[in-house]
C-alpha cells in the first residue's frame, strides 16, 4: 500500500510566525487531505488537494503529485492552531486514505 | 454543510460485552467509513462500505463486524469487547467519485471507548 511519511513530527511556534508542514507520499493518488485534528479530537478538513495550490485565509497548500509531495503553509500563526496536523491520501480508488503519522503543533503566545 | 454525527462521544463498557457504535451522514453520501485511533499507531481503517448492505474489510478488521441497513447510517460492532479494543472511533462519509471533490471524506467527532 501507500507511504505517507509527515515532517517535521513536532514543531514549536511562537505565536505571528510562520512555518512549513511536509507530506511525502510513495504512488500516485487520486485523494489527498489535510486535516487539524483538535484538542477534543474532532478532525478538521482543512484541503483536498489531490494536485495544484489552494489558499483559505492563513493556510495554503500545494501539491507536486510528480514528484509525489505536498506543503501546508500556515502564516501569522494563532495559539488556535495549535493541534495535530495529518495528511492524508488514497490511490487509484480514491476512497480509502492512508494517513502520514501528523505533525504536533504548539503555538505559544 | 456536511455533518456526520456519531451517538456516544464517550462510552465504557466491560470486557466481552457487545458494543455497537453508530454514525449518521446527512449528506445522501454513499461511501461509509470506521477508523481507529491510536497512540504511535495512528488512523487505520476498519471497515468501510460503498453501498447499502456492501462492505470491505480495511487494515484492522479483526474482531469486529459492521452493518449498514440504511444509506445515511453505518455501524460497527464489537461482538465481544476486549481491554485492546480501548481507542477512538472515528466515523466518515464520502460521495462516491463525484463533484469537485470527488473522494473528500468528513469526520464524525469521535467516540472514545474505554474497556474494562
Known amino acids: 500500500g501507500i507511504q505517507v511519511e509527515q515532517s517535521p513530527p513536532d514543531l514549536i511556534l511562537q505565536e505571528g510566525a510562520n512555518s512549513t508542514l511536509r507530506c511525502n507520499f510513495s504512488d500516485s493518488v487520486n485523494n489527498l487531505q489535510w486535516f487539524h485534528q483538535n484538542p477534543w479530537g474532532q478532525l478538521i478538513n482543512l484541503f483536498y488537494i489531490p494536485s495544484g495550490t489552494k489558499q483559505n485565509g492563513r493556510l495554503s497548500a500545494t501539491t507536486v503529485a510528480t514528484e509525489r509531495y505536498s506543503l501546508l503553509y500556515i502564516s501569522s500563526s494563532q495559539t488556535t492552531d495549535s493541534g495535530v496536523y495529518f495528511c492524508?491520501?488514497?490511490?487509484?480508488?480514491?476512497?480509502?486514505?492512508?494517513f502520514g503519522g501528523g505533525t504536533r503543533v504548539l503555538v505559544k503566545p | 454543510d456536511v455533518k456526520v454525527t456519531q451517538s456516544s462521544r464517550y462510552l465504557v463498557k466491560r470486557t466481552g460485552e457487545k458494543v455497537f457504535l453508530e454514525c449518521v451522514q446527512d449528506m445522501d453520501h454513499e461511501n461509509m467509513f470506521w477508523y481507529r485511533q491510536d497512540p504511535g499507531l495512528g488512523l487505520r481503517l476498519i471497515y468501510f462500505s460503498y453501498d447499502v448492505k456492501m462492505k470491505e474489510k480495511g487494515d484492522i478488521p479483526e474482531g469486529y463486524s459492521v452493518s449498514r441497513e440504511k444509506k445515511e447510517r453505518f455501524s460497527l460492532i464489537l461482538e465481544s469487547a476486549s481491554t485492546n479494543q480501548t481507542s477512538m472511533y472515528l466515523c466518515?462519509?464520502?460521495?462516491?467519485?463525484?463533484?469537485?471533490?470527488?473522494?473528500?471524506?468528513?469526520f464524525g467527532p469521535g467516540t472514545r471507548l474505554t474497556v474494562t
Open positions: 492524508a491520501v488514497a490511490g487509484a480508488a480514491g476512497n480509502k486514505l492512508t
Open positions: 466518515a462519509s464520502s460521495l462516491y467519485g463525484q463533484g469537485i471533490s470527488p473522494y473528500e471524506q468528513y
